[in-house]
């Protein structure tokens, strides 16, 4: 696959749109699980349906990661913080597409639909069992807790190659060209 300086257009949009789903989606997750108001039933339907979307475009970017052209890490790194950035995306993707797949196996487990609005609701991919509930509801939270320390490491990162390192990393996922 040729090489590029920019990842694709769509990827890049596809990019944007997760980290903000995703940012949302752990900050609802933590005020959902510490309110017992009637604001926790808002959450609640604001949570099922984002964890949808961003199921929905893990796939599209997974599917685009491997039809489109990469940028290649600057030759400047040494090889053990390419393979560590390789590691931590790959982590990202696994964590990104397996989170939603609990959530919503753990809500099948425990007989609640999953409703989209307007009379969507996605069938259960697992039966009612409490037993795998008990396994899924903390799975649930562990991977969410292992997202959110691995985008921080993502941030990070992306804050160093675009403030202190300043070698293309960063605006390849911008698309704007460094000066």
């Not at 017992?36 to 685009?64: T, Y």
């Not at 007989?111 to 996605?122: A, E, K, R, S």
């Not at 795998?132 to 903390?138: E, G, N």
């Amino acid at each position: 696959m040729n090489k590029t300086a920019y990842f694709h257009p769509a990827l890049r949009i596809v990019h944007w749109l997760m980290a903000a789903a995703i940012l949302a989606m752990l900050f609802i997750g933590v005020a959902m699980v510490s309110t017992v108001s009637s604001l926790h039933s808002v959450l609640v339907s604001i949570h099922k349906p984002l964890g949808v979307m961003i199921l929905l475009l893990v796939i599209v970017r997974l599917w685009l990661r491997f039809t489109t052209a990469t940028p290649a890490l600057p030759v400047s790194l040494p090889a053990w913080q390419r393979a560590m950035a390789h590691l931590s995306h790959w982590a990202l993707y696994l964590m990104m597409l397996a989170q939603p797949l609990i959530g919503w196996a753990m809500l099948s487990a425990a007989g609640y639909p999953i409703t989209l609005g307007n009379g969507l609701v996605l069938p259960p991919i697992m039966p009612v069992n409490n037993d795998w509930y008990a396994i899924l509801r903390p799975l649930h939270t562990w991977v969410a807790l292992a997202l959110f320390a691995t985008v921080m490491l993502h941030l990070a990162a992306a804050l160093l190659h675009a403030l202190v390192l300043r070698d293309g990393v960063f605006s390849s996922m911008t698309g704007i060209r460094k000066p």
